[in-house]
Every structure is written in structure tokens, then in C-alpha cells.
């Protein structure tokens, strides 16, 4: 038998798909997370070739012999795509007996897009540790935005936010802040650390890049900008004035690209990451932001935020690795979907189905 491998990297965890070569889903594993730019040297390749050795030891194979039956291991990793040559990666996969020629690297928001329109048209815009977005219109066009990292990139994300406040504690340190400023930084630190200890969050990041690296420092900031959104949905000015910065970055990610398509239909518009998924406030006011300026974007029909999770889309992008400019699934694509959607998951929060979001809050159109 022949196989399809998809590996999915991000800063909260990884996952793996094993797929049978008529398409139909084996198996699914997950572990630490990782990210290309961000983890320690070599941990992206380490965690994949255990990704890889608990996949084959599910299906009794060796860990050599599933990747010599592997037609294409497709990668979807967090600061990792096809705008760049991925070498060094790939050197890294061969040192770790992963064959790099059967290697496909995808971007994280075109795997977030395969899975939420099933390799359809639409909007996928990501908002998290990071922050990117995917186009594809109806004749199978795509253009890939965003997702730079956080030396070149990840405005708007929960990451971008929490630098920003951490910022505005900085100067109140140092004393050259505004009130507004000071006043914002107080409830911050009182929110996170439940002190007034200007030096906390400096120290802690200090312990996190020893102990975690920058990937650890990327978690940590993602949630100090989540603390940030929730003094802004309690009417903090300036903390609101942040989050509307926010917005405009984001929007940014999808106005002009949409315009340059030219697309004259509407495309359904789908939000994911930690930002959207954990709280009304952020996403109801991004979609306000986001129809007051694209008001022909619209919601999927049935109120779902996208059909299936990243994961799912990964493997969906496995089974089409040349990336057709279709715009409907494949007959191996539709036998992985189908067998994905029967399969049961004990977990309290199933991975393979998308996020159920209310997307029909903020009137539009």
C-alpha cells in the first residue's frame, strides 16, 4: 500500500495525518508545538520524525519503511511556505531520515483555507500567534498574504498586540508615558500577574527565551495581548485604541489583495486562530471593520465557520499536490473527507471540526 502523509506545525501543537492511497483517513497524531522561525534549532524536524514514527508504528511498519511507501509528505507549518526554498529544512528532514524529495511545504493559512472550503473559493483570514490570509476565487486563483513573522509580519495578531502593550509598560518604566498610557499599564499588569510589578513581565520573558525559546516568548505575548482585547472590551481607551490599530492590519491583509482579483462574486469569508475563536469582542469588531470596507464578502450559508479544521485541510492538500486550480474535491479528496467526518474523537475538543463561530452577529450587506 502506498500513503499520503500530512504534518501540520503551529505554536500551540503539531499534528499528523496518515492517508491510505484511495484517500480514506488512517490515523491521527499530534504533539508539541512548533514553529519554522521561532522554535529551537532543529526541533521542527525532531517532533516531525516523531510525528512520523508514531504513524507507522500505528499501521506496524517501520519508521523507514512508511516514509519509502509515502507518496508526498505535505508540510503546513507556521512561518514556513513556498515563497521560500525551505533547504535547510529539508536538510534537516534527510538528517532525520525524512525523504525531502516526497516533501511539499504549503503555508499554514492555505492549509486553514483547504480545510475550512474543501480546496473551494474564499476568504481565510488568521488571527493568532500570527497573522495571514488566503484568497482563492472562483476560477481557482490564490494569492497567499501575511504571515512574515514576527521580525517582517504578524501585524494585528495576538502577538503584535501583546508587544504593543508590553511597549506601552516599558515607557511607563521609564517614565516618558502619557496617563492614558500608565493607567492602561496598571490594569494590565494587575490583570496578568495580579501585582504592580513593573519588572514581571520583563523577567518572565527573560526565564521563557532560556527555557523555550523565542516560541515560548511568541505564546507569551499572545497572551498578554488576549489580557489587552479584555481591558478594551471593558472600556479601556486606550487599550481599545490598540485593538482598533489591530483591525486596520488585519484588514489590510484582504482588502487590497481582493481588489487586485477583481472578483465579481461574493466570497464567503471565514476567521480562525486563537484571536477569533476565544472571545466576541475581537471577532465581532474585526467583522465590523471588515464590511464597512469589503461589504461583498459574505458568511458561509449554514453559520459554520469553515467545514474542517487546518489538520484537515493539510491532508486535503496532500491529495493534491501539484495544487489544481480546481475548485472541488478530487474522488480521493471526497473519500478523505468522508471517512474524517465518521471518525469519533474522545477529545473535548475534536480537532478535525472547524470552529463554531457565530458569523451572522455584525449585520452586513
Known amino acids: 500500500m502506498r500513503y ?160 504593543k502593550s508590553l511597549q506601552t509598560v516599558a515607557r511607563v518604566r521609564d517614565g516618558r508615558a502619557t496617563s492614558e498610557e500608565r493607567a492602561f499599564s496598571l490594569k494590565l499588569l494587575e490583570k496578568v500577574f495580579n501585582s504592580l510589578d513593573f519588572s514581571r513581565p520583563f523577567d ?35 487599550a481599545r485604541s490598540l485593538v482598533d490599530v489591530a483591525f486596520a492590519h488585519l484588514l489590510d491583509l484582504i482588502d487590497r489583495p481582493l481588489r487586485t482579483l477583481d472578483c465579481n462574486e461574493s466570497l464567503a469569508l471565514c476567521l480562525r486562530g486563537s484571536m477569533i475563536e476565544e472571545g466576541t469582542y475581537f471577532r465581532n469588531g474585526l467583522l465590523q471593520h471588515i464590511y464597512s470596507r469589503v461589504p461583498n464578502l459574505k458568511s458561509p450559508s449554514d453559520g459554520r465557520n469553515g467545514a474542517h479544521s487546518d489538520v484537515v485541510g493539510a491532508g486535503l492538500l496532500a491529495l493534491n499536490p501539484a495544487r489544481s486550480a480546481a475548485t472541488t474535491l478530487n474522488e480521493k479528496q471526497s473519500v478523505f473527507v468522508s471517512s474524517v467526518t465518521g471518525y469519533g474523537w474522545s477529545e473535548s475538543r475534536p480537532p478535525f471540526i472547524g470552529p463554531l463561530l457565530s458569523l451572522t452577529a455584525v449585520t452586513h450587506r
Not at 208 to 225: N, P, Q
Request: with cysteine; hydrophobic share 40%.
Open 204 to 238: 518572565l520573558i527573560e526565564e521563557t527565551v532560556h527555557i523555550l525559546a523565542e516560541l515560548g516568548v511568541r505564546r507569551f505575548l499572545t497572551e498578554f495581548g488576549k489580557s489587552a482585547v479584555s481591558l478594551a472590551e471593558a472600556g479601556d481607551d486606550f
Open 4 to 163: 499520503s502523509m500530512a504534518v501540520l506545525g503551529n505554536a500551540s501543537k503539531s499534528q499528523a495525518l496518515l492517508i491510505a492511497e484511495d484517500g480514506s483517513f488512517l490515523r491521527h497524531e499530534r504533539d508539541q508545538g512548533m514553529e519554522w522561525r521561532d522554535s529551537s534549532y532543529g526541533l521542527p524536524a525532531i517532533t516531525t520524525r516523531q510525528l512520523v514514527e508514531r504513524l507507522a508504528r500505528s499501521q506496524n511498519l517501520k519508521f523507514h519503511h512508511l516514509v519509502g511507501k509515502c507518496e508526498v509528505v505535505m508540510i503546513a507549518m507556521a512561518g514556513l511556505d513556498e515563497r521560500h526554498s525551505g533547504e535547510r529544512f529539508r536538510n534537516q528532514l534527510a538528517d532525520c531520515q525524512v525523504r525531502p524529495e516526497s516533501v511539499v511545504f504549503r503555508s499554514l493559512a492555505e492549509a486553514n483555507h483547504a480545510g475550512a472550503f474543501h480546496c473551494g473559493p474564499g476568504v481565510l483570514l488568521r488571527c493568532g500567534h500570527g497573522s495571514s490570509a488566503f484568497i482563492k476565487d472562483y476560477v481557482g486563483r490564490t494569492t497567499l498574504i501575511g504571515g512574515g513573522g514576527r521580525l517582517v509580519g504578524d501585524h494585528g495578531s495576538g502577538f503584535w498586540l501583546g508587544k
